[in-house]
């Protein structure tokens, strides 16, 4: 696909908000690559709407030019965060982009993190070039999806949440279920299966893209898993998040005045 006039040029600025950092860094659009080191900070806890505001603030303030996206882990509807699965619950029904916008003093964009995780795959990644269904899983805390349809993401689908075997997917198939369950990478590739056949049969993928950390390590685990959709490691890995909320906000309508940029309109 053709890169989009938006991502052709230019810089725009990405924060990702994690459960346990929040990291940014400018991004050179063209390349899909940061312009300057990140920044990382530790996430206030408890990760109240207010005390992340500030930590987001005072990394926006070190490059004040240029649009600004932020991506949060939970779905974002018109700037607004109406879910917090691995957050605090005060995010839900928190006017994200409202709340950075005033705090930041710039208009924000704020997405979920995977989608944003998504965008950049398909952008600069594994996904590019891409036709077809594709379906981007970030596997961290909880497991984050992106779906994309010839690089048009489809937002939100909180598909870490679908039912396998009775439980919320994520909290059975998360690396961090592997780690607080001290699974070997047998076992918790077992889970995976489970979880991907779920998604392959409901969804047909022409393309399954691994993200989060522990897409470092996929010669551990993706040489268990038998699924008819190819399977590749993300390419972007812990810059993802960054590279794609600065390509969504160099692309939204970020006037202040519009309700893309605040929630609410005016
Ligand atoms: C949340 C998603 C998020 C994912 C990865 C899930 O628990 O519901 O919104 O994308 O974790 O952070």
Do not use: C
Not at 120 to 134: F, I, L, M, Q
Request: proline share 7%.
């Amino acid at each position: 696909m053709e890169p989009s006039p938006a991502t052709s040029r230019g810089r725009a600025v990405g924060i990702d908000i994690g459960g346990s950092g929040i990291k940014g860094a400018p991004v050179d659009l063209g390349s899909g690559t940061f312009a300057a080191d990140r920044v990382r900070e530790p996430t206030p806890q408890p990760s109240t709407p207010d005390a992340v505001a500030d930590v987001v603030a005072a990394i926006a303030g070190r490059w004040p030019d240029g649009p600004l996206g932020v991506t949060f882990p939970a779905v974002v509807k018109d700037g607004v965060t109406t879910t917090a699965a691995n957050v605090d619950k005060a995010w839900i029904g928190t006017d994200a982009a409202g709340l950075l916008r005033a705090r930041t003093g710039r208009p924000v964009h704020v997405v979920n993190d995977a989608d944003a995780a998504g965008v950049a795959e398909a952008r600069y990644g594994a996904a590019k070039d891409v036709r077809g269904v594709v379906v981007v899983a970030t596997l961290g805390t909880g497991i984050g999806t992106a779906l994309l349809h010839d690089g048009v993401l489809v937002p939100n689908t909180e598909l870490g949440h679908l039912e396998v075997d009775g439980h919320d997917a994520e909290t059975r198939a998360s690396d961090a279920a592997r780690d607080r369950e001290d699974l070997s990478w047998k076992d918790w590739a077992k889970r995976l299966q489970r979880y991907f056949s779920a998604l392959e049969a409901l969804l047909q993928p022409d393309l399954l893209v691994i993200g989060g950390g522990v897409s470092k390590k996929s010669e551990k685990f993706l040489p268990h898993l038998d699924l008819r959709v190819p399977v590749v490691p993300a390419q972007l890995l812990n810059t993802a998040g960054i590279v794609g909320a600065a390509a969504l906000a160099a692309e939204a309508d970020l006037d202040p005045g519009t309700a893309d940029a605040t929630g609410s309109p005016g």
